[in-house]
């Protein structure tokens, strides 16, 4: 039952995660399943709307965050949202 649950865990629910390669690495984004073509076809323009979280990571699925070095290696910069909406345009 879900009593037993950690309290500290957070569920990732009713998610799309779009995923990125870049220079040999991953970098993933968890989303709104509704707001992702909505994004690409510039009909939403508000990434707060698109992103469930404005974190990057490096594997979604066990909580891995993506490190700031891989983050300057790739793109050139640690600024999350610069990154998130590249991940979200090109993933």
């Known amino acids: 039952m879900s009593q037993f649950l950690p309290s500290t865990q957070k569920r990732l629910t009713n ?3 779009v995923r990125y390669k870049r220079a040999g ?3 993933e984004v968890a989303c709104y399943k509704n707001t992702i073509i909505a994004w690409r076809n510039k ?3 508000d990434i707060d709307e698109v992103l469930q979280a404005h974190t990057i990571y490096a594997d979604i699925g066990r909580g ?3 490190k ?3 983050l300057i290696e790739a793109f050139g910069t640690d600024d999350e949202d610069a990154v998130c909406v590249e991940i979200l345009n090109k993933g």
Do not use: G, N, Q, S
Request: glycine letters at 0%; zero cysteines; aromatic letters at 6%.
């Open 43 to 45: 009909v939403e323009t």
């Open 25 to 27: 690495k991953k970098f």
């Open 15 to 17: 998610i799309a995660v």
């Open 64 to 66: 891995v965050l993506a």
């Open 68 to 70: 700031r070095e891989d």
